[in-house]
T-cell receptor, first 114, second 114 residues
Framework: GENVEQHPSTLSVQEGDSAVIKCTYS??????FPWYKQELGKRPQLIID?????GEKKDQRIAVTLNKTAKHFSLHITETQPEDSAVYFC?????????????FGTGTRLQVTL | DAGVTQSPTHLIKTRGQQVTLRCSPK?????VSWYQQALGQGPQFIFQ???????QRGNFPDRFSGHQFPNYSSELNVNALLLGDSALYLC?????????????FGPGTRLTVL
């Protein structure tokens, strides 16, 4: 089955700096890669996603890149703010049209300091 | 438009007991997936329901079972509870699988097994 590895496990940046979180996946059939942000005690919230037919996607300060050949994808957050502090999870799935199972990474705890 | 809802919010059970958790999907969504999130870890896929059938299952024992109703809501049942079943149980809903696979999470049910 699919295996997703995520690094780093913790990341501390100063406000205004950029943060990068990297994930690798094992199943070449995976074609959908979402990123979720989870604040303490809250539900995971989708912040951005990318499909295998696209190499990069951007939404304001957040961007995701995908390298299908190397089987890795990354989350980039620019101009970080204190409210970006949370745990971020990457995930991968193979959407077949009849089933879709998300396999998550182990999470990155991002702390944005003033 | 209500998002994904889950009940109850918290639950305390003792070993050997049985528990039922409930989920109502986001309006327009017909697919429901269940995940278990242990403390400090990423969500782990339990199973997915579509058209009232279990479509895909993760690596969980038969003690974990589910059901989907005609109105697309779903239940997760866990029998013979173990201490290790203590976790946050998340429900996620998505559009018809033929359309897309973006999953939106509910707030979760925190299960504590004593």
């Amino acid at each position: 089955g699919e295996n997703v590895e995520q690094h780093p496990s913790t990341l501390s940046v100063q406000e205004g700096d950029s943060a990068v979180i990297k994930c690798t996946y094992s199943d070449s059939a995976s074609n959908y890669f979402p990123w979720y942000k989870q604040e303490l005690g809250k539900r995971p919230q989708l912040i951005i996603d990318i499909r295998s037919n696209v190499g990069e996607k951007k939404d304001q300060r957040i961007a995701v890149t995908l390298n299908k050949t190397a089987k890795h994808f990354s989350l980039h957050i620019t101009e970080t703010q204190p409210e970006d502090s949370a745990v971020y999870f990457c995930a991968a799935s193979e959407h077949t049209g009849t089933a879709s199972k998300l396999t998550f990474g182990t999470g990155t705890r991002l702390q944005v300091t003033l | 438009d209500a998002g994904v809802t889950q009940s109850p919010t918290h639950l305390i059970k003792t070993r050997g007991q049985q528990v039922t958790l409930r989920c109502s999907p986001k309006s327009g969504h017909d697919t429901v997936s269940w995940y278990q999130q242990a403390l400090g870890q990423g969500p782990q896929f339990i199973f997915q329901y579509y058209e009232e059938e279990e479509r895909q299952r993760g690596n969980f024992p038969d003690r974990f079972s589910g059901h989907q109703f005609p109105n697309y809501s779903s239940e997760l049942n866990v029998n013979a509870l173990l201490l290790g079943d203590s976790a946050l149980y998340l429900c996620a809903s998505s559009e018809p699988l033929a359309v897309g696979d973006t999953q939106y999470f509910g707030p979760g049910t925190r299960l504590t097994v004593l």
